[in-house]
């Protein structure tokens, strides 16, 4: 936009220069051959009066020491045909002016000026001198020069205002797309600092306003989801003592795990919806932990449910970009999806391997019917469920800068590859 403000100003500039320009040069050109002339037709003026009265030896005495004064031929044609002064032929001006007329006209030489002199007794004499081109142009190439040099100038003069000018519309403008581009990297605290035009600071002013009213309602949203979750803890009080109760201390030591697991989540989401950023260190875990950790809690399920687990996990630590309870979650929603879409007795198997640059990647794959194309998608799901299993897996992937992708496994199931990042540096 700076480029072409000032491209814009230059045309302009440069045109209305040359409308100005131009005929001032030719005007000048014009004014310096007229102002040769008149000299000219001055200096032959002198000679009337020699001309129409003296005597030949004087005439050509007068004549020569005006020619050599004027650095100009000088010729006096006598009626008698006596010829004096510079030799010159009796061209078409002469004969007319052997008539009784003055005038002045152009020849291949210069400008010829030609004067009548009558009152001779024996007829009309005639005065001619000739203006050379170079007396003619004289001082026009150095004016010409002194026009283009200031048509420059007030180019450059002109090129420099619109810059100043375009630089004060561009900066604005540029702050404002530094602020929107910080907004939708979740800087909702970035704002914009009304300058420029008045149209400028009112856009400016409305950026403020929308950045102002996002935060508010962010901030109202995490409020109620905070408020929800935290409903949550007093049927988990109820049932983490209806576990306690429980006669089998297996039993109720399995439950107990599983409502204390529950409160975890719970208590997670709470902190992540109050606050956005989250606390230093916490984007680092130890996934083979993690894994090896929650595939120990669904294990349980799957002996109850006749399922065959097979396990293989690099040895840890395997750190990663994902935090735990982000990655616990993860895991679970993947193992959860197998015993929720699968027949009992469906074997599955679990695997996590280290990979270069620091990065780990989980399989899960079970011997199941396999799942349709289109299922990872937020809200999407063809077996009547939430369909955010997936997706809280995938944001987990992508937020340590891993992926997730969805296979056909050998056995005909679904394979589930869920690629980890490498913690921040």
């Known amino acids: 936009m700076r ?3 000032t491209l814009l100003v230059a045309a302009v500039s440069v045109l209305t220069l040359v409308a100005f320009l131009v005929p001032l040069a030719l005007l000048v050109r014009t004014v310096a051959a007229d102002r040769a002339t008149v000299r000219a037709t001055a200096d032959a003026q002198s000679l009337v009066t020699v001309v129409g009265t003296a005597d030949t030896a004087t005439i050509r005495l007068t004549v020569d020491q005006l020619a050599t004064e004027s ?9 008698d045909g006596t010829v004096l002064g510079a030799p010159a032929p009796r061209t078409a001006a002469v004969a007319l002016a052997e008539r009784g007329q003055s005038l002045t006209a152009e020849s291949g030489r210069g400008r010829e000026v030609v004067i009548a002199v009558q009152g001779r007794p024996d007829g009309t004499g005639v005065i001619r001198t000739v203006v050379p081109p170079a007396e003619l142009t004289a001082g026009v190439t150095r004016s010409w020069l002194v026009l283009a040099l200031l048509g420059v100038l007030l180019v450059l003069i002109g090129l420099a205002v619109a810059d100043r000018l375009a630089r004060t519309l561009v900066r604005p403008i540029g702050e404002l797309s530094a602020v929107s581009h910080r907004l939708a990297n979740a800087e909702l605290a970035a704002r914009v600092k009304p300058a420029g035009p008045r149209e400028l600071r009112e856009v400016a002013g409305a950026l403020n306003h929308l950045a102002g009213r996002i935060q508010v309602l962010l901030v109202q949203e995490r409020e109620e989801v905070a408020d929800l979750s935290h409903r949550l803890r007093t049927p988990l009080t109820a049932l983490r003592l209806e576990a306690e109760a429980l006669r089998d201390p297996e039993d109720a ?3 107990t795990a599983a409502v204390d697991g529950l409160e975890r989540a719970v208590t997670g989401l709470i902190r992540q919806a109050r606050w956005r950023v ?12 993690v894994v090896a950790e929650r595939v120990a809690f669904w294990s349980v399920l799957a002996e109850d449910t ?13 750190p990663v970009g994902v935090p735990a309870d982000e990655l616990a979650a993860a895991v679970d929603a993947l193992l959860g999806n197998v015993f929720a879409h699968t027949p009992d007795g469906t074997a599955f198997a679990v695997r996590l391997t280290a ?7 989980l399989v899960v794959a079970d011997e199941g019917p396999g799942m349709p ?13 939430t369909g955010l299993g997936l997706d ?3 944001r987990a992937a992508q937020s340590s800068g891993g992926r997730l992708t969805l296979h056909a496994a050998p056995s005909g199931g679904a394979e589930v590859r869920l690629e980890l990042g490498p913690p921040p540096s």
């Open 355 to 361: 990979q270069e640059a620091g990065r780990a990647a």
């Open 253 to 255: 030591a399995r439950v």
């Open 278 to 289: 989250p606390t230093a260190g916490a984007a680092s875990a130890d996934a083979a932990a």
């Open 373 to 385: 194309p289109g299922t990872i998608g937020r809200g999407a799901s063809t077996a009547g469920s």
């Open 392 to 394: 809280i897996a995938r």
């Open 3 to 5: 480029a072409r403000l």
């Open 71 to 79: 650095a100009r031929p000088v010729t006096v044609f006598l009626p």
């Open 306 to 318: 006749g399922r065959a687990v097979t396990l293989d996990l690099a040895p840890g630590p395997l």
